[in-house]
Each structure stands twice: as structure tokens, then as C-alpha cells.
């Protein structure tokens, strides 16, 4: 089993910022690709953004590039979403998400365990 646990979201102002982490224990796979995801009310879950552990491959949706960077320190075994530039669409819960495998993938079926998630608040 692995356990995720996500931290660092909190209530903040349209053009703002906050770092979200997500920490891993347990079983670790020798290659994996942690993902966020993020669910606002009455919407489906949605694709932020993935990391392979190596750092080598990245991948965004449109509606962050620019403005969120994925990161990780694996001496932590933690991963980081950095979001700036914040938005009141921003508006949701944030999880993070691990699977086997080094792609980082879309969709939320492709991924294993999920942390309880972080809510995320964006004020106009």
C-alpha cells in the first residue's frame, strides 16, 4: 500500500499564491508517476497536472500552464504543485494521485492511490 497525504491549501485572493505537498509512504515503486487532480463543486474531477519520479516528463492541463509547476524532492519522497497567479476557477479540492509506471497520464482511472485531499479557495 502506498499513503498519500496532501497539505498547503487554504483560503487565498484572485492573483495569489500557494504550494500544495503531497507526501508518500509505504510501498514505493521503483518507477511511478504521482499526478494532481481537483474537483470543484457540482464538477467532475479534472487533470492538473503529473510528474515521473525521475523529473524527466511533465505534463499540464491547458487551463494551468504558465501559471502551476509540478516539482518533487525525492529525498522526501514528496511531491510539490506550486500555483501562482491564482484564479477563482481554481476553486477546488486538490488531490494527488500515484501510479505504477513512468508516463504521466490524464486520466484519473490510470491511477492507483489517491490522498484524502487539500481544499483550495480562491476569492475574487
Known amino acids: 500500500q502506498v499513503q498519500l497525504v496532501e497539505s498547503g491549501g487554504g483560503l487565498v485572493q484572485a492573483g495569489g499564491s500557494l504550494r500544495l505537498s503531497c507526501a508518500a509512504s509505504?510501498?514505493?515503486?521503483?518507477?511511478?508517476?504521482v499526478g494532481w487532480f481537483r474537483q470543484a463543486p457540482g464538477k467532475e474531477r479534472e487533470f492538473v497536472a503529473a510528474?515521473?519520479?525521475?523529473?524527466?516528463?511533465?505534463r499540464y492541463a491547458e487551463s494551468v500552464k504558465g501559471r502551476f509547476t509540478i516539482s518533487k524532492d525525492s529525498a522526501r519522497n514528496t511531491v510539490f504543485l506550486k500555483m501562482n497567479s491564482l484564479k477563482p476557477e481554481d476553486t477546488a479540492v486538490y488531490y494527488c494521485a500515484t501510479r505504477s509506471g513512468s508516463y504521466v497520464l490524464t486520466d484519473e482511472r490510470d491511477y492507483d492511490y489517491w490522498g484524502q485531499g487539500t481544499q483550495v479557495t480562491v476569492s475574487s
Open positions: 509505504g510501498r514505493t515503486f521503483s518507477s511511478y508517476a
Open positions: 510528474i515521473t519520479w525521475s523529473g524527466s516528463s511533465t
